[in-house]
Each structure stands twice: as structure tokens, then as C-alpha cells.
């Protein structure tokens, strides 16, 4: 299945970002509109941290684990997500990029790279549904990074 990508331009510099997204809780101050029930592992930053939440996506339900695999601090940062008992394996990819007049330009792509079945014979609605909840999630991310960065600030 083809992934899907969305971003957005923030004022915070990169460094703010990855901080920010660094911290496996933080996620759920801008995705807990689809995804609920966050439960916590490992670190609480870097390799290794993660949750396990409940999606709801597309009328349907189903538990995900996901777990931070790479960290390219303040670049990059890759979660590894595993959901359908297994059968379904995916990466959700953020990247940050410093913007020539300051701020940053920030991007969340997702990658399946095991597919169910249902999934695959619903791509198109699949992947529209992702990239609606997704770009919701970045304008999510961008009021909840300005929010952080005032009040640590």
C-alpha cells in the first residue's frame, strides 16, 4: 500500500520539536482524537519508549503498540507500529527541517509494510482516512508545540 504523508510549518526550531515529540506522552495531547486508552513503555523518550492505544479509525476499532526504533536527534525520529494481532506492521516517520526563516517545517509519513487483506481491498478509503486524521494531528501538534514551548518558556 502506498504510505501517506502530511506536514506543516511551525515557528519552533527543530530542536523544540524533537524534544517535544521526543516524549512518547506528549503524542497523546495531539492524537487523542482517534487515538485512546494510551498505555506506556520503556523509557519515557528515545529508543525504546512506547504505548500501546486504541485506534478508531474508519468505524472500526483495534489496539496498536507502537515503539519508538530510531532517533536522529533533531532530524528524525521512527515508530515502529504493530496492530490486528500482528498482521499489520507500519512505520509512522517524523521528520523536522530547519526553514530558511526560521521555524520548522515538520512531516509525519506512514508506511505499511504488512497489509491485511480488508486493508488492502480498502486502500483508497485506508489511506484517506489516515491522511484525515493525520493532518489533523499536525495541526494538533502545532498549537499543543506552541503551548509547551510558552509554558516551558
Same mark, same amino acid.
Given at each position: ?26 503524542? *497523546? ?40 526504533? *530510531? ?7 521512527? *515508530? ?63 498549537? *499543543? ?9
Amino acid at each position: 500500500m502506498k504510505s501517506v504523508t502530511v506536514s506543516i510549518d511551525v515557528p519552533q526550531t527543530p530542536e523544540q520539536v524533537y524534544d517535544f515529540l521526543d516524549v512518547i506522552a506528549h503524542h *497523546e495531547r495531539f492524537t487523542d482524537h482517534y487515538l485512546t486508552d494510551w498505555r506506556f513503555s520503556g523509557p519515557g523518550c528515545g529508543i525504546g519508549s512506547g504505548a500501546t492505544v486504541t485506534a478508531a479509525l474508519g468505524g472500526t476499532r483495534t489496539d496498536v503498540s507502537i515503539e519508538v526504533v *530510531e532517533a536522529e536527534a533533531p532530524r528524525r525520529i521512527v *515508530e515502529r507500529n504493530v496492530s490486528a494481532v500482528g498482521r499489520r506492521l507500519a512505520h509512522g516517520t517524523y521528520t523536522i527541517e530547519p526553514l530558511p526563516a526560521g521555524g520548522s517545517h515538520v512531516s509525519f509519513g506512514y508506511a505499511w509494510t504488512r497489509v491485511p487483506l480488508a486493508d488492502r481491498l480498502l486502500a483508497p478509503a485506508v489511506r484517506a482516512a489516515i491522511r484525515r486524521a493525520n493532518r489533523t494531528v499536525m495541526r494538533r501538534l502545532a498549537a *499543543e508545540l506552541a503551548r509547551h514551548v510558552a509554558a516551558a518558556g
